[in-house]
């Protein structure tokens, strides 16, 4: 397959790919390509021009601030995230989401940044994101600016970025509470049939101080589940019927419907994920 | 009723003098060394000067009239030389023809005329100077279509008023056949049980990893079409272009170089190789084109449709007798319609006693895309449907499974067999070969441990099939249903052997190297005629049309160790008594003192005297004509054509589809995973009998790779069609082929029992997994769901269809527990 | 066109692109090095897979303009500088990891990378680490014995 032409742009730095984008009609910004390309070669998506940010050494910072605050570059990639001694220390849970995605071949172009902006519904890293509370960075000729990571996916496929931006940097507070990642789908690399991010801190009495939980794979896009949150936050495992608080919730919701999965079985899929993951994070003793 | 007779066997094995010292050795292939550097040599790797390229417009609809087709913006791009559609094609071409239907279509071409029939059917060909502008230019290629109905499964195509894929011929019934053996109705009536299922089988396919290429030139000065392609059958590519492009076939020089993976997919590639032949004379230029995957995913798959069996079973297992109705989706492609129900007769009593048979199939015309004659053609759901049915007799009679099968298997001393319709089984020993597996999988411990895990709430399964893969196409079947005869048979090949002038043995089989380790068997084979060593044999992994072949050359039909290795044994020794011959005559010893080693004629077996080097020999025969002996005619080549005995001429009530039987016996050991329903492979063991092995690292490759080919039909594969026909499997992101992670580690053990019908003994290898590992894969997972009381009548298994049986059950609810 | 710059094999291309070519493309048609393979089109099958900087990357989601000053890897640049096989290369001889061959450039390049950076794999890692590579002929057994034997030959190696 074979993508129609283009103008290429390379930029040198930040300013200059800002400069280019605000200034070039129809372009598009180039991150490592691997969900961009494959629509160009399909020919679904023909930008008239590609603005390569690949070659700017300011997108592939991971940096710790004031010990807390951990600052990734849109450019970051997925295997440098599993990889990087400051997010695997910081953000396990973002790390041990990038070793989900797709294959190590993959892993080694797709970048953070752009993954975002894809907001593909069923994509890996976009729950774990909501369940860290994560903020973006974006960077107009005129402003910039920074949105948590709900407000910035709107939908399937649809996010905030405006005409001009460029989303330089996820920046996200340290989190190392317990955590549980996982998303199900027949072969490894492929697109989740449900997943799920969840992280908890117990109280030493049992009771749950603080948890998070978001999904994927639902027809809305990536979602955090705050009913669930809500419901369980203040209480023991055992003051909870967690089944009925998850069917609750659960059946609220419409999954995505495909060949890889119908909307009714991605439910009782998530479910079991739901039940069982959230059973040992909020169970004393059961925590890893 | 036939037999194969102790004469047949003697004329089979009186050809040859062999005696084995690389044969039977796990000789490391010579292919490797060059696909580890990377310089295979495939079609894409090839370029000519001046190398254009075509790019084709598919359809997005599966039926539709094509109004209009503008190709003006198209054509006004730089580089585009030539656009072809429907309207030059129907001037210039002649229609695709039926081979099994009794009356052909006469509006399918290879290039859509007036009206589209599946989704991805080709509507116009670009040709331009470079891949990129070519695809360019389909992109600006204006089509205007009006949907037409479509007709998207079989019990739609046979409503009275169904719209008709091709009017012409009046219904989209293509074929309708019966036939019977023995005497059912008897069998029937004293039957303590009938055993009734309909089982299903879903559209899927190979892929291999190459996709199809063809690179087409038309050389002007001397008016013949050359031809690069992954063919694997390139010796019926030949006549089917000479017919449709007019072209003379003696014109026409086609080459296949190692091809990327065949499985039957590349067997349908001719139209391409006639469409890019067409181009390539009409513009002038070579033209290239390589599919890209979607394309390839488009179509030519293995067909959808379902069987209803009926088996009529006495009280304590035994079978009495067999109905058998097949429903075959065929899509349009009248090409090979009814091939798939037709094969079936190779392997139609599976490894059982039945005596008493009957057979009717229905070929169906529907928009469901081509179909091509993929790994084991009908054998697999064939195979899935007699184990299936044993398994279910099992459980309604309240039997084991092993015992049910014990007591209809073929006795050993009932060899070689002939079935019901007249197929023979040449050799084998199924009873032996099912106690092995049993062994080898540890199946007493399995069920021990299946019991224990069960208490723990765990839900393990095993499977086991015995399965028989046929080989070596006695193709003139496609006749049965017609009342002409065939005027072409699979069951021969001719192949080249020679000592160049510089005294290499040089051997070209001359059929498509699929990567199934060709080169290697043979070299092993010839090495052993002429005392030399494997190493030493130059073999040609290119197939050429202007050397010598038959009609039907090609890889097919898991056929390379019957007639090709028949072919080149014949060829070698045929040259080998010729070098005797001469250098007796040169030597002035008498022939029979003399034998071949190390490259030297040689006497006396004690000391290995070398008398006369092939080189000394070669300048002898190639050149020194004054001084050649008189009796002889110089030069050492040999083309000799190789046909197994054993084909027999097609009588209904007595006829052969295939001519060597190799079995096997999979057992399957699965956990089924209840938070999701997945399935996971623990174990799998195969005990496989094909023959004599002239190379067991090969052979026991070709039986793992088909097993995990077919455990992908078994739990993955599908290509989903929607209400349209529209093809929702276009990439391998939606279409689901097993990697390494899905795939289990296998455990395998050889048996050879030879076949007395093959110049070595060899047998079919390369499909039996494929064949044998549904059933396997199906029955464990059944087994695994025991407590849901789940029967398994369709594949691919998957988790979401097992959640879909399960859900209403009362193990289901019992175990849901908390969630609902 | 774009001029493009990058290091292959160990030595230095330059060449004159359409923007939109393909990585695989240039190494194939501009470079002609044919061992690097195409087989799905969207970076699934892994047939492409070549060493970028030493990382495997899938060369038919790249543009080759993207390349521009990487220093790439593929199947022809395996071979010892006398002509003798490369570990991997042997090891997948020894194993007849490969039927058609024509996936074989892209598992070879992942044992490259596979055996220098983890070195201990257990078989089931070596299958989890492969599952981006397609085989449609061996059903990958004798390919995890090639890369559990590269490992071994690689450690001794090393030693």
């Given at each position: 397959?074979?993508?129609?032409?283009?103008?290429?742009?390379?930029p040198?730095?930040?300013e200059?790919?800002?400069?280019?984008?605000?200034?070039?009609e129809?372009s598009?910004?180039?991150?490592?390509?691997?969900?961009?390309?494959?629509m160009?070669?399909?020919?679904?998506?023909?930008p008239?021009s590609?603005?390569?940010?690949?070659?700017?050494?300011?997108?592939?910072?991971v940096?710790l601030?004031?010990?807390?605050?951990?600052r990734?570059?849109?450019?970051?990639?997925?295997?440098?995230i599993?990889?990087n001694?400051i997010?695997r220390?910081?953000?396990?849970?973002?790390?041990?989401?990038?070793?989900?995605?797709?294959?190590?071949q993959?892993?080694?172009?797709?970048?953070?940044g752009?993954?975002?902006?894809e907001?593909d519904?069923?994509?890996d890293?976009?729950p774990t994101?909501?369940?860290?509370?994560?903020?973006?960075?974006?960077?107009?000729?005129?402003?910039?600016?920074?949105l948590?990571?709900?407000?910035f996916?709107?939908?399937?496929?649809?996010?905030?970025?405006?005409d001009?931006?460029?989303?330089?940097e996820v920046e996200?507070?340290?989190?190392?509470?317990?955590?549980?990642?996982?998303?199900?789908?027949?072969r490894?690399?492929d697109?989740?049939?449900?997943?799920?991010?969840?992280s908890?801190?117990?109280?030493k009495?049992?009771?749950?101080?603080?948890?998070?939980?978001a999904?994927?794979?639902?027809?809305?896009?990536?979602?955090?589940?705050?009913?669930?949150?809500s419901s369980?936050?203040?209480?023991t495992?055992?003051?909870?019927?967690?089944?009925?608080?998850?069917q609750?919730?659960?059946?609220?919701?419409?999954?995505?419907?495909?060949?890889?999965?119908?909307?009714?079985?991605r439910?009782?899929v998530?479910?079991?994920?739901?039940?069982?993951?959230?059973?040992?994070?909020?169970t004393?003793g059961?925590?890893r | 009723?036939?037999?194969?007779?102790?004469?047949?066997?003697?004329?089979?094995?009186?050809?040859?003098?062999f005696?084995?010292?690389?044969?039977?050795?796990?000789?490391?292939?010579?292919?490797?060394?060059?696909?580890?550097?990377?310089?295979?040599?495939?079609?894409?790797?090839?370029e000519?000067?001046?190398?254009?390229?075509?790019?084709?417009?598919?359809?997005?609809?599966?039926?539709?009239?094509?109004?209009?087709?503008?190709?003006?913006?198209a054509?006004?791009v730089?580089?585009?030389?030539?656009?072809?559609?429907?309207?030059e094609?129907?001037?210039?071409?002649?229609p695709?023809?039926?081979?099994?239907?009794?009356?052909?279509?006469?509006?399918?071409?290879?290039?859509?005329?007036?009206?589209?029939?599946?989704?991805g059917?080709?509507v116009?060909?670009?040709?331009?100077?470079s891949?990129?502008i070519?695809a360019?230019?389909?992109?600006l290629?204006?089509?205007e279509?009006?949907?037409?109905?479509?007709v998207?499964?079989?019990?739609?195509a046979?409503?009275?008023?169904?719209?008709?894929i091709?009017?012409?011929?009046?219904?989209?019934?293509?074929?309708?056949?019966?036939?019977e053996?023995?005497d059912?109705?008897?069998?029937f009536?004293?039957?303590?049980?009938i055993?009734?299922?309909?089982?299903?089988?879903?559209?899927?396919?190979?892929?291999?990893?190459?996709?199809?290429?063809v690179n087409?030139?038309f050389?002007?000065?001397?008016?013949?079409l050359?031809?690069?392609?992954?063919?694997?059958q390139?010796?019926?590519?030949?006549?089917?272009?000479?017919r449709?492009?007019?072209?003379p076939?003696?014109?026409?020089?086609?080459i296949?170089?190692?091809?990327g993976g065949?499985?039957?997919n590349?067997?349908?590639?001719?139209h391409?190789?006639?469409l890019?032949?067409?181009?390539?004379?009409?513009c002038?230029?070579?033209?290239?084109?390589?599919?890209?995957?979607m394309?390839?995913?488009?179509?030519f798959?293995r067909?959808?449709?379902?069987?209803?069996?009926e088996f009529?079973?006495?009280?304590?297992g035994?079978?009495?007798?067999?109905?058998l109705?097949?429903w075959?989706?065929?899509?349009?492609?009248p090409?090979?319609?009814?091939?798939?129900?037709?094969?079936?007769f190779a392997?139609?009593s599976?490894?059982?006693e039945?005596?008493?048979?009957s057979?009717?199939?229905?070929?169906?015309?529907?928009?469901?895309?081509?179909?091509?004659?993929d790994?084991?053609?009908?054998?697999?759901?064939?195979?899935?449907?007699?184990?299936?049915?044993?398994?279910?007799?099992?459980?309604?009679?309240k039997?084991?499974?092993?015992?049910?099968?014990?007591?209809?298997?073929?006795?050993?001393?009932?060899?070689?067999?002939?079935?019901?319709?007249g197929e023979?089984?040449?050799s084998?020993?199924?009873?032996?070969?099912?106690r092995?597996a049993?062994?080898?999988s540890?199946?007493?411990?399995k069920?021990e441990?299946?019991?224990?895990?069960?208490?723990e709430g765990?839900?393990?399964?095993?499977g086991?099939?015995e399965?028989?893969?046929?080989?070596?196409?006695?193709?003139?079947?496609?006749f049965?249903?017609?009342?002409?005869?065939?005027?072409?048979?699979?069951?021969?090949?001719?192949?080249?052997?020679?000592?160049?002038?510089?005294?290499?043995?040089?051997?070209?089989?001359?059929?498509?190297?699929i990567?199934t380790?060709?080169?290697t068997?043979i070299?092993?084979?010839?090495?052993?005629?002429?005392?030399?060593?494997?190493?030493?044999?130059?073999?040609?992994?290119?197939?050429?049309?202007?050397?010598?072949h038959?009609?039907?050359?090609?890889t097919?039909?898991n056929?390379?160790?019957?007639?090709?290795i028949?072919?080149?044994?014949?060829?070698?020794?045929?040259?080998k008594?010729?070098?005797?011959?001469?250098?007796?005559?040169?030597?002035k010893?008498?022939?029979?003192?003399?034998?071949?080693?190390?490259?030297?004629?040689c006497?006396?077996i004690?000391?290995?005297?070398?008398?006369?080097?092939f080189?000394?020999l070669?300048?002898?025969s190639?050149g020194?004509?004054l001084?050649?002996?008189?009796?002889?005619?110089?030069?050492?080549?040999?083309?000799?054509?190789y046909?197994?005995?054993?084909?027999?001429?097609?009588?209904?009530?007595d006829?052969?589809?295939?001519?060597?039987h190799?079995?096997?016996v999979?057992?399957c050991?699965?956990?089924?995973?209840p938070?999701?329903?997945?399935?996971?492979?623990?174990?799998?063991?195969?005990?496989?009998?094909?023959g004599?092995?002239?190379?067991?690292?090969?052979?026991e490759?070709?039986?793992?790779?088909?097993?995990v080919?077919?455990?992908?039909g078994?739990?993955?594969?599908?290509?989903v069609?929607d209400?349209?026909?529209?093809?929702?499997?276009?990439t391998?992101?939606?279409?689901?082929?097993?990697t390494?992670?899905?795939?289990?580690?296998?455990?395998?053990?050889m048996?050879e029992?030879?076949?007395p019908?093959?110049?070595?003994g060899?047998?079919?290898?390369?499909?039996?997994?494929?064949?044998?590992?549904l059933?396997a894969?199906?029955g464990a997972?059944?087994?695994?769901l025991?407590?849901?009381?789940?029967?398994i009548?369709?594949?691919?298994?998957?988790p979401?269809?097992i959640w879909?049986w399960?859900k209403?059950?009362?193990?289901?609810k019992?175990?849901s527990?908390?969630v609902? | 066109?774009?001029?493009?710059?990058?290091?292959?094999n160990?030595?230095?291309?330059?060449?004159?692109?359409?923007p939109?070519?393909?990585l695989?493309?240039?190494?194939?048609?501009?470079?002609?090095l044919?061992?690097t393979?195409?087989?799905c089109?969207?970076?699934?099958?892994?047939?492409?897979?070549?060493?970028?900087?030493?990382?495997?990357?899938?060369?038919?989601?790249?543009?080759?303009?993207?390349a521009?000053?990487a220093?790439?890897?593929?199947?022809?640049?395996?071979e010892?500088?006398?002509?003798?096989?490369?570990?991997?290369?042997?090891?997948?001889?020894?194993h007849?990891?490969m039927?058609?061959?024509?996936?074989?450039?892209?598992?070879?390049m992942?044992?490259?990378?596979l055996?220098?950076?983890?070195p201990e794999?257990t078989r089931?890692?070596?299958r989890?680490?492969?599952?981006?590579n397609y085989c449609?002929?061996?059903?990958?057994?004798?390919?995890?014995d090639?890369v559990?034997?590269?490992?071994?030959?690689?450690?001794?190696?090393?030693?």
């Open positions: 397959m074979y993508p129609s032409n283009f103008e290429y742009m390379r040198k730095t930040l200059e790919a800002i400069e280019l984008i605000s200034s070039m129809g598009r910004v180039l991150a490592g390509g691997q969900s961009l390309l494959s160009m070669k399909l020919r679904i998506f023909e008239s590609l603005i390569d940010i690949g070659f700017i050494p300011e997108l592939k910072h940096k601030e004031d010990k807390h605050k951990v990734i570059g849109a450019m970051v990639n997925h295997h440098e599993l990889d001694p997010v220390e910081n953000l396990p849970m973002l790390s041990s989401t990038a070793e989900k995605i797709a294959d190590l993959v892993r080694n172009r797709g970048t953070i752009g993954s975002i902006c907001a519904p069923a994509a890293y976009l994101l909501m369940a860290l509370n994560a903020k973006v960075h974006l960077k107009s000729k005129s402003e910039e600016r920074s948590d990571i709900e407000e996916i709107k939908g399937p496929f649809e996010t905030e970025i405006q001009g931006e460029i989303l330089t996200i507070e340290k989190n190392t509470e317990n955590f549980a990642v996982e998303k199900y789908a027949r490894k690399a697109f989740a049939v449900a997943s799920v991010a969840a908890a801190r117990l109280a009495d049992g009771k749950v101080e603080y948890i998070r939980v999904i994927g794979a639902t027809s809305e896009g990536p979602k955090r589940l705050k009913d669930i949150e369980i936050i203040g209480k495992s055992a003051q909870l019927d967690l089944g009925q608080i998850i609750n919730t659960i059946s609220k919701i419409d999954m995505i419907s495909d060949l890889h999965g119908g909307s009714e079985y439910k009782y998530l479910s079991g994920m739901l039940m069982r993951m959230l059973e040992s994070l909020i004393k059961r925590q | 009723m036939s037999k194969l007779s102790t004469q047949e066997q003697v004329t089979a094995h009186s050809e040859s003098s005696s084995a010292k690389n044969v039977g050795k796990g000789v490391l292939r010579f292919e490797d060394l060059k696909i580890i550097k990377g310089i295979r040599g495939y079609a894409d790797d090839i000519f000067a001046d190398q254009h390229y075509a790019a084709v417009l598919s359809s997005p609809y599966a039926h539709a009239k094509i109004v209009r087709i503008d190709v003006s913006k054509l006004q730089p580089g585009v030389i030539l656009i072809l559609t429907g309207k094609i129907k001037s210039l071409t002649n695709m023809s039926s081979r099994a239907a009794t009356k052909s279509p006469t509006s399918h071409y290879i290039l859509a005329v007036d009206k589209v029939r599946f989704m059917e080709p116009a060909l670009v040709v331009a100077k891949k990129y070519a360019d230019a389909v992109s290629i204006e089509v279509y009006e949907p037409l109905p479509v998207s499964s079989i019990e739609e046979l409503k009275k008023d169904a719209p008709l091709y009017p012409e011929l009046g219904s989209n019934e293509l074929i309708f056949d019966h036939f053996f023995g059912v109705n008897k069998a009536k004293e039957a303590d049980k055993v009734k299922q309909r089982l299903k089988i879903q559209r899927y396919g190979s892929t291999p990893l190459e996709t199809w290429n087409a030139y050389d002007k000065t001397r008016e013949e050359l031809v690069y392609a992954t063919d694997q390139p010796g019926r590519t030949v006549q089917s272009v000479e449709t492009i007019k072209i076939a003696s014109k026409i020089r086609l296949v170089p190692p091809v065949g499985f039957g590349k067997l349908a590639i001719w391409f190789v006639a890019m032949g067409l181009a390539a004379k009409l002038g230029k070579p033209v290239k084109w390589v599919q890209t995957r394309e390839n995913l488009y179509a798959h067909p959808r449709g379902f069987m209803d069996a009529a079973m006495r009280k304590d035994k079978i009495l007798g067999v109905k109705s097949d075959q989706a065929d899509g349009n492609w090409y090979v319609a009814a091939l798939y129900s037709l094969i079936k392997n139609m599976g490894v059982y039945i005596r008493n048979l057979f009717e199939y229905r070929s169906v015309a529907t928009n469901d895309p081509p179909i091509v004659q790994r084991g053609v009908g054998k697999p759901f064939m195979s899935f449907v007699i184990e299936r049915m044993m398994d279910i007799a099992a459980d309604e009679l039997l084991d499974k092993i015992a049910i099968r014990q007591k209809n298997l073929i006795p050993t001393e009932k060899m070689p067999y002939t079935t019901a319709s023979v089984y040449e084998g020993n199924y009873p032996e070969t099912l092995r049993l062994r080898l540890d199946y007493n411990l069920r441990e299946q019991a224990r895990l069960r208490k765990r839900y393990i399964g095993i086991l099939a399965g028989i893969e046929p080989g070596t196409s006695n193709l003139g079947y496609y049965l249903s017609k009342a002409d005869q065939p005027d072409y048979n699979g069951a021969g090949q001719m192949s080249t052997v020679e000592i160049a002038p510089d005294g290499v043995v040089k051997v070209n089989m001359n059929g498509p190297e990567g380790g060709h080169v068997t070299a092993q084979v010839v090495s052993d005629v002429f005392g030399l060593e494997p190493s030493e044999i130059v073999v040609d992994a290119s197939f050429d049309s202007t050397l010598g038959l009609t039907y050359a090609g097919y039909s056929a390379f160790n019957d007639v090709y028949g072919a080149v044994l014949k060829a070698s020794e045929q040259l008594n010729k070098v005797l011959s001469i250098a007796s005559s040169v030597l010893e008498p022939k029979e003192s003399l034998f071949l080693k190390e490259g030297y004629v006497k006396n004690q000391t290995a005297e070398k008398l006369l080097s080189k000394e070669a300048k002898i190639y020194r004509l001084s050649f002996p008189k009796d002889q005619e110089p030069g050492l080549k040999v083309v000799a054509a046909v197994n005995p054993t084909a027999k001429p097609f009588v209904r009530s006829f052969n589809v295939q001519l060597t190799s079995n096997s999979h057992v050991y699965v956990e089924v995973i938070e999701n329903w997945n399935v996971k492979i623990l174990d799998y063991s195969i005990v496989h009998d094909a004599k092995v002239i190379n067991p690292i090969i052979v490759g070709l039986a793992i790779g088909s097993t080919s077919g455990i992908g078994a739990m993955y594969e599908e290509f069609f209400e349209q026909g529209i093809n929702l499997s276009l391998f992101g939606d279409y689901l082929k097993p390494a992670m899905e795939a289990p580690e296998l455990r395998i053990e048996m029992s030879p076949a019908n093959t110049v070595l060899t047998k079919a290898v390369g499909e039996g997994g494929a064949i044998t590992s059933a894969v199906a997972i059944e087994d695994a025991k407590p849901f009381n789940v029967r009548t369709e594949l691919p298994v998957t979401e269809k879909n399960i209403q059950s009362n193990e289901f019992r175990i527990g908390g609902r | 066109m774009v001029t493009v710059s990058m290091k292959v160990g030595k230095n291309y330059s060449g004159e692109v359409e939109r070519t393909l695989v493309h240039f190494i194939r048609d501009n470079l002609k044919k061992g393979h195409i087989g089109d969207t970076a699934h099958c892994g047939a492409c897979t070549i060493l970028w900087n030493g990382e495997p990357v899938k060369s038919c989601q790249i543009l080759a303009v993207q521009e000053g220093d790439l890897t593929t199947v022809e640049g395996l010892l500088e006398d002509g003798k096989y490369s570990i991997e290369q042997e090891s997948f001889r020894e007849s990891a039927q058609c061959g024509y996936c074989t450039p892209g598992f070879l992942m044992t490259r990378y055996i220098r950076n983890n794999m089931d890692e070596i989890e680490q492969l599952h981006g449609m002929c061996t059903g990958y057994q004798q390919i995890v090639a559990q034997d590269a490992q071994r030959k690689f450690i001794k190696s090393r030693k």
